[in-house]
């Protein structure tokens, strides 16, 4: 029995407030973040005196995948530190000197949480809080429980880490998550060769998540995602930024193996040269699951299966398409966990109070979320419901919302919904007249391009007819 309304979850006005596409002004920076907040009339103890206040920012990787060498290249990839910095120090301030600021993150898992934190002098942000702010215990740390070593796409080493300090919660969903009676069940990827594991958790009537403490026991929640395109959901803004509080990453399915044809979302194509690549992949993944010297050797062997099979870069696979019909489920269920339970595991009794803070002065487009091209967007968007906020996002980036099912699927949950609004519900404040208003309405936007799979699908109703495309 629910315990809460969807609606106490937050509220469907959004502000999108525009300036500098740059970092270098720190003045101009923290105005624009400030109005932007301002504009949603937050109550006065939205932040009180004693909370634990969690900053969740989006630190996937300390680099850009298509160009490792530049050091400089995650701009379009993660929350940029001076963002971070800014949004810290506003709840800082509302603490007046009791409470905790925790800045935590579970990168993908192959990234190095140690470069990140050389590359943004996080060390350093941190000493800088605790000076400027004293009496506010300032904590920052990596989720993950492992590391990752990836040569080519092949998991060859992983080391342990130690995670949360609090620790981690197994939520239940069960009969209440998105995944009861999906036909994919017993097909589902996560994020490496470990099968058994990702469909364990997923077997009907049993659907399990396990998410790191330190978020699910905040008071108040602050996501700083970065505005960006992803293969798998099409955008990345708050609602998927959430993947990076689980410790597990395995536990999160990704895509459906096998092709449309066979139930799967793999691939938007079913053809038998896909089959077969499927067959053949699937079959070698368990193989090499666990056995890091034969990972090694295999290596080798996927240079020349992409020869036969195509480059990723040119070919959908790995559900990287607008057909992935998976991994929206897994996103929308990670919301229903920090909605309806806390860090015990049990029903709240009081929602919890969430803060969304976009990064959006230089967005990113194209291959997201890992190798973006910039966006010189100069925004800063907040809202206290992610829902409002990513359907906002979608029309700002140039993109139709209904067009993913993370989006529009977020107002159809039957079972622990979400939403207490419809999207006619959602309005836009701004310092540009044009944005403001219904979100639908807001004009001179921006025209993100889109993932190659989510291509002549997810662009506007106006785009596809400037690209000689009806929509659908």
Not at 246 to 251: E, K, L
Request: proline letters at 5%.
């Amino acid at each position: 029995m629910n315990t809460l309304s969807p609606s106490s979850f937050g509220a469907p006005k959004v502000s999108v407030f525009s300036g500098k596409a740059s970092y270098d002004d720190a003045d101009a920076l923290r105005q624009q973040i400030e109005d932007a907040i301002k504009a949603l009339e937050l109550s006065a103890d939205f932040i009180t005196p004693g909370d634990r206040v969690v900053i969740k920012p989006n630190w996937v990787k300390e680099h850009n995948a298509s160009k490792p060498e530049d050091e400089g290249g995650w701009l379009t990839i993660i929350t940029h530190p001076a963002v971070v910095r800014e949004v810290a120090r506003w709840a800082a301030r509302k603490l007046q000197g009791h409470g905790s600021v925790t800045l935590c993150d579970a990168p993908q898992s192959d990234s190095s949480f140690a470069t990140i934190r050389r590359l943004h002098r996080l060390d350093d942000l941190i000493t800088d809080l605790t000076k400027e702010f004293p009496g506010v215990a300032f904590l920052l740390f990596d989720m993950r429980c492992e590391e990752w070593t990836i040569d080519d796409g092949v998991t060859i080493a992983k080391r342990e880490l130690p995670s949360d300090p609090s620790g981690a919660v197994d939520i239940h969903l069960d009969a209440d998550s998105e995944f009861l009676g999906h036909p994919g069940l017993g097909k589902l990827y996560g994020a490496s060769f470990d099968f058994a594991t990702t469909n364990r958790q997923h077997t009907d009537p049993h659907h399990e998540y396990r998410i790191c403490r330190t978020p699910m026991n905040a008071d108040v929640l602050i996501n700083v995602p970065k505005l960006k395109t992803h293969k798998k959901v099409g955008l990345t803004v708050a609602l998927k930024n959430l993947v990076g509080t689980t410790p597990r990453t395995n536990w999160l399915p990704r895509h459906t193996e096998g092709t449309p044809a066979e139930g799967g979302d793999q691939f938007a194509e079913s053809t038998a040269k896909r089959a077969l690549e499927g067959t053949l992949m699937r079959t070698a993944k368990k193989i090499l699951f666990g056995r890091f010297f034969l990972s090694k050797l295999f290596v080798p062997l996927k240079k020349l299966g992409r020869v036969i099979f195509g480059d990723t870069k040119e070919v959908v696979r790995s559900g990287n398409w607008h057909g992935n019909n998976t991994a929206w489920r897994m996103i929308l269920d990670l919301h229903k966990c920090f909605f309806y339970f806390d860090g015990r595991g049990v029903r709240r009794d009081k929602p919890l109070r969430y803060l969304t803070i976009v990064d959006g002065i230089i967005g990113g487009d194209g291959d997201g979320p890992m190798s973006c091209d910039p966006v010189a967007s100069g925004v800063i968007l907040a809202g206290t419901h992610p829902v409002a906020v990513d359907c906002v996002s979608a029309q700002l980036m140039g993109l139709n919302w209904k067009k993913t099912r993370l989006l529009n699927d977020a107002f159809a949950i039957q079972r622990l919904p979400i939403t207490g609004f419809a999207p006619s519900d959602i309005t836009v404040a701004s310092n540009k007249a044009e944005w403001s208003g219904p979100f639908e309405e807001m004009k001179h936007c921006f025209e993100f391009q889109c993932h190659f799979g989510w291509a002549g699908h997810l662009e506007s109703d106006e785009r596809l007819a400037k690209m000689g495309k009806s929509a659908v």
